[in-house]
């Protein structure tokens, strides 16, 4: 069965930094489009970061110098290592998954995707 499991989200001081992880199953990080996303309350969800093989990750200017994706494929996992974190990168941190490999200008569009996670709360706050 497909499916992400997000974990690692958590409460940190700006400046900051926190570490996402992103179980996958029943894809293949060598060939399929996986993507981080955001939603911050009241807000549309946004894509932060796009990983496909062969391609340079696609992040959102916002977390230009601040994200890193890296990927461990025995594993299955995604991570987001998130650095000088700002109180405006509070959000709900999704990790979706679809097969097979999405053009950059709909990699960071969710309705591309079909397998979302549960979601993992991040909040930068003093």
């Known amino acids: 069965q497909a499916q992400v499991v997000e974990s690692g989200g958590g409460l940190v001081q700006p400046g900051g930094s926190l570490r996402l992880a992103c179980a996958v199953s029943g894809f293949n990080l060598r060939s399929d489009t996986i993507t981080w996303f955001r939603q911050a309350p009241g807000k549309e969800r946004e894509g932060v970061v796009c990983?496909?093989?062969?391609?340079?990750?696609n992040y959102v200017q916002s977390v230009k110098g601040r994200f890193t994706v890296s990927k461990d494929n025995p594993k299955n996992i995604v991570y987001l290592q998130m650095s000088d974190l700002k109180p405006e990168d509070t959000a709900v941190y999704y990790c979706a998954a679809r097969p097979g490999r999405l053009v950059l200008s709909a990699c960071t569009s969710p309705q591309y995707y079909s397998v979302w996670g549960q979601g993992t709360q991040v909040t930068v706050s003093s």
């Open positions: 990983v496909r093989t062969f391609d340079s990750p």
